[in-house]
């Protein structure tokens, strides 16, 4: 029993969480004193729910081979999105100043809040 795309998800959740990591130590060495404190704490929430959701992929890599229903794969893809939309987002905001990012941040957030009401339906219906 299992599902092919876990693997899939692990890696996407260990590159993510690789991702996050470089993030945060860049926002925390290379921005600090270079832009405003409020700038860096966008950027750090960005990092920090990247982190959340790396942690979630790899979560859903092993639920998928438990309980492979079609709400858990769209979870994942869901997370996936979400990261991209949310956290890249807030880091194209404070990289760019281009203030329209922060427009499309929310709708990484619906990403990322239908990838959890995903998840928990595909763990209800296992």
């Known amino acids: 029993m299992g599902d092919g795309r876990a693997p899939r998800f692990a890696a996407l959740g260990g590159l993510s ?50 309980w492979p229903h079609r709400s858990l794969r769209a979870a994942g893809w869901l997370f996936v999105a979400g990261t991209v939309f949310f956290s890249g987002s807030l880091y194209l905001l404070v990289l760019t100043g281009a203030t329209w990012w922060g427009a499309v941040t929310p709708i990484g957030g619906v990403l990322l809040l239908a990838g959890w009401l995903a998840l928990a339906v595909g763990a209800w219906r296992r």
Do not use: N
């Open 17 to 66: 969480g690789f991702v996050a990591v470089a993030a945060g130590a860049f926002g925390a060495h290379a921005l600090r004193g270079r832009i405003a404190p409020d700038m860096v704490a966008v950027f750090e929430t960005g990092a920090r729910y990247q982190m959340y959701h790396a942690l979630a992929l790899l979560f859903l890599s092993w639920a998928c081979t438990q």
